[in-house]
């Protein structure tokens, strides 16, 4: 199951910094100019969940394989990028790829880092580069309504319903507001995810401040803060310098004392990756045992047979029933045998909808 979220915002604002942070790499190069970034790096990496090494210690697991998500660092944004300006048309396909949207915006004053519009500017560098997305959904949408005006002349009842749904998406585009604040009905989805609108993924917004304001952030990410609040979306404090360090140290003790001596209680780079999560509507859940205990990534709101597929088809095809124990009983008594002893593991049927957390063993019969 591939989900991804692509790293997006201006040349020099810490994308590939944050990247490289984030998959422990120098895959991306991160240089004091813009397009340093060509091609777009991915990388995979393993979401944090403190409760997979509990359940692992409690069956004594030989092997513990967390949930990963995909990160693409992608070239950095212009104005005028909608027209094809700087790597404009690149940019726009690459990002029209992704799940989901990391903005990263500059907080930091630095004179030895040039920036684009020459001043640090955060809420009007996220303005830019949202319109530039906006405008490429106008000009795609407006070709897609003319494509299916000329279908929806035969009659059809189901090409006129999304022809008109198609023309409501469009009004709220030319009212200057993004796609994901359109009301899609049930039975327009799926019509509205063939769109393939840029301002319809969801966006996480992630300051990017100085060294020293990781901890309690900075007036330019306050106003971020209050931006993101105001369109229903969230926003992280990090600094990208600080994750990169962070990064470079090995065992994770350095880390601790690191972060200690910053006064913070965990990287910024893992608020990031479980906000990701998140954005995407992802929940996880566990399989344990003495060879190993797993992390399983599955869409919030599956049912049981769908999660049992994330394995292998296979489970999903033969579904029987699922085993479940929630993950706060099996860390409480101590683990399965506790569990089944005090009557918590449940036998669950096809109809079950997985939450976030379940330990289960899935009976299946192909």
Not at 54 to 77: M, R
Not at 78 to 96: P, T, Y
Not at 144 to 173: C, P, W, Y
Request: with cysteine; aromatic share 6%.
């Amino acid at each position: 199951m591939g989900f991804n979220c692509g790293i997006v915002g201006l040349p020099n604002v810490g994308k590939s910094t944050t990247f490289n942070a984030l998959t422990a790499t120098a895959a991306a190069q991160a240089e004091n100019f813009p397009f340093c970034t060509i091609e777009p790096n991915v990388g995979r990496v393993a979401v944090p969940d403190e409760r997979l090494a509990k359940i692992a210690a409690l069956a004594k697991s030989a092997k513990i394989v967390p949930a990963q998500l995909e990160f693409v660092d992608i070239a950095g944004l212009v104005k005028g990028a909608s027209k094809g300006e700087g790597l404009g048309n690149q940019f726009l396909g690459n990002i029209r790829e992704v799940d989901a949207i990391i903005h990263v915006l500059r907080c930091f004053d630095d004179s030895n880092v040039t920036h684009v519009e020459g001043s640090v500017d955060p809420v009007r560098d996220a303005e830019t580069v949202e319109t530039e997305l906006l405008i490429a959904d106008m000009e795609s949408l407006e070709r897609q309504i003319e494509n299916i005006a000329r279908k929806a002349k035969s009659g059809d009842k189901e090409t006129k319903a999304q022809h008109d749904f198609m023309l409501s998406v469009k009004a709220v585009l030319d009212a200057g507001n993004p796609a994901r604040t359109v009301d899609v009905p049930d039975d327009m989805v799926r019509t509205f995810k063939n769109l393939q609108l840029l301002t319809g993924k969801p966006v996480l917004y992630v300051c990017n401040v100085s060294e020293a304001e990781a901890a309690e952030g900075n007036e330019f990410s306050r106003k971020v803060e209050a931006m993101a609040a105001e369109k229903g979306a969230s926003s992280v404090v990090i600094s990208a310098r600080i994750e990169s360090e962070i990064a470079q140290l090995e065992t994770e003790e350095e880390k601790h004392e690191f972060l200690e001596t910053l006064g913070l209680a965990e990287p910024g780079l893992n608020r990031i990756i479980r906000a990701g999560y998140n954005l995407l509507g992802l929940q996880t859940y566990f399989t344990v045992g003495p060879k190993e205990a797993r992390a399983w990534t599955v869409r919030t709101g599956a049912k049981a047979p769908e999660a049992a597929g994330v394995i292998h088809t296979d489970f999903e095809k033969g579904f029987i029933k699922a085993e479940v124990i929630s993950i706060e009983d099996y860390i409480n008594l101590g683990g399965e045998h506790a569990c089944k002893e005090a009557g918590k593991m449940r036998q669950e049927g096809k109809e079950y909808l997985v939450h976030d957390g379940d330990v289960v063993l899935f009976r299946f019969n192909v």
